[in-house]
């Protein structure tokens, strides 16, 4: 059932750069029964295990700003680590963690459902898979700046909630304009990079902290492969699938996760 879940999951939201965690946590919480604050490495750990087979598809396809991923990771990395540390430290109950839950997603979905995609003739060969400015996209110092911290900010949230911070940035990126051919595959390098640092992160302070503090390597590893699959797919069928349709089913999904956690958070 993991592995069903994980690949559906990936399918319907790579192409838009989101890895899946994000809409994965819930299902980990709910059905799989993984314990707070574990569930938080264990989504972690499924992008780790899930990414690649997407990164490689874009890959293939010659999509792939280095520019942009390694700005957005510069940013994520060290705000996950953060993350992690107060998502152990501040955040290790139930309730506080299902109003942070909530508290991303329902912006998230927001984002989504009220923001429009740029238009669809974007050209994504492999000329402008080196630095995107053959997608429209300029790495100027200033934007570069902004980039890093908002990545930092994003990567701090994603650290907290087990996302890695790459499915943040990837809406708001596409949300200002930016082309998905660009922006997906270089937010799910920053979301691998980050969410190995996260777990490894979750791993050590697990050694000085009692209770469920490390991954579920078994639940992580069970929802990466069925995410692995998914996410090449995903990849694979992101010229295919009309991105204005897409983007809006993700959007209702997330929003309604986001307020029923909302709801048990307050309740």
Known sequence: MALVAAFGVAVA??????????????FQVSVLGTPS???????????????????????????????????????????????????????????????????????????????????????????????????????????????????????CAGGIYGIGGGSILAPVLIGTGRPPALVAPAALASTFVTSVAGVLTFAVLSAHHAGPVAPDWPTGIALGLGGLAGGYTGARLQARLPERLLRRLIALVVLAIGVRYLVIGLA
């Open 37 to 155: 604050p574990a569930v938080t490495p264990t989504n972690l750990l499924y992008n780790v295990v899930a990414t690649p087979g997407a990164l490689y598809r874009y890959w293939r396809q010659g999509q792939a700003s280095r520019r942009l991923a390694l700005v957005l990771i510069a940013g994520t990395t060290p705000g996950v680590v953060a993350g992690s540390v107060i998502r152990v430290e501040f955040l290790p109950g139930p309730r506080v963690f299902a109003l942070i839950v909530g508290a991303v997603l329902v912006p998230l979905g927001a984002w989504l459902a009220l923001t429009r995609p740029p238009p669809p003739a974007v050209p994504s060969g492999p000329s402008g898979s080196q630095d995107g400015t053959q997608l429209g996209f300029h790495l100027g110092v200033r934007t570069a700046a902004w980039l890093v911290a908002l990545a930092a900010a994003v990567g």
């Open 13 to 26: 939201a790579t192409p838009a750069g989101v890895s899946g965690a994000v809409l994965l946590l819930p």
